[in-house]
């Protein structure tokens, strides 16, 4: 049985058959990826706005569902395209618990560390390190994809394929990329600073 947010989706048809659709967006149809997110884009807000309150995370939760829509339709992961609807509802309900889990982990980071972060955040500032500065100046050379990869991994804490999602890519490419941009801020932070090599 298909749920009433999925059947609403899927009795929009727009004058386009989901099928012809989901086989052009296979193929690498840009046309028919978008044409596939504006048809189910005010469902899954409609999921979204029922667990979140400012609009912008609304919107943010909204573009990764499609973009691991997409993901499924350029991989040939849609077998059912009439069921279409309920295969969204479930990336809806995936993201959601994924969200639900990765805020239950900070909490339980925050117990744990709580009073050190405290502490820290009491604590007042202490003078720019030569280490910070030589960091940030790594971090500067990387791509903006690779610093966006960072920020993801070590600020956000998110795993392999919530990077993925956020970066359109798959969760083997995230692990690569996060391995290789190690590698490139290890190889940096033992030189000197750029600006220091230039004579």
């Not at 929009?12 to 086989?23: F, K, M, R, Y």
């Not at 490419?173 to 490139?184: C, D, E, K, Q």
Request: charged letters at 25%; one cysteine or more.
């Amino acid at each position: 049985m298909v749920s009433t947010t999925a059947a609403a989706v899927v009795g929009d048809g727009g004058g386009l058959d989901l099928g012809e659709l989901v086989a052009r967006a296979a193929a690498g149809d840009r046309a028919a990826e978008s044409a596939l997110c504006l048809r189910f884009a005010p469902a899954v807000r409609v999921f979204a706005r029922r667990r979140l309150r400012a609009s912008e995370a609304v919107e943010e939760f909204a573009q990764d569902v499609m973009l691991v829509l997409i993901e499924a339709l350029r991989g040939g992961k849609v077998a059912d395209p009439e069921r279409l609807g309920g295969f969204v509802l479930g990336i809806c309900r995936n993201l959601a618990l994924d969200r639900v889990r990765q805020n239950q982990r900070r909490d339980a980071l925050w117990q744990q560390h709580g009073v050190a972060l405290e502490a820290l955040v009491s604590a007042p500032p202490e003078p720019t390190s030569y280490e910070f500065i030589h960091l940030e100046d790594c971090l500067s050379q990387l791509s903006q994809k690779s610093r966006e990869l960072v920020r993801l991994a070590y600020v956000d804490a998110c795993g392999a394929e919530e990077i993925a999602v956020r970066l359109g890519t798959t969760a083997v490419n995230a692990r690569v990329m996060r391995h290789r941009t190690l590698h490139a801020l290890r190889s940096c932070m033992s030189r000197r600073i750029s600006w220091e090599a230039i004579e």
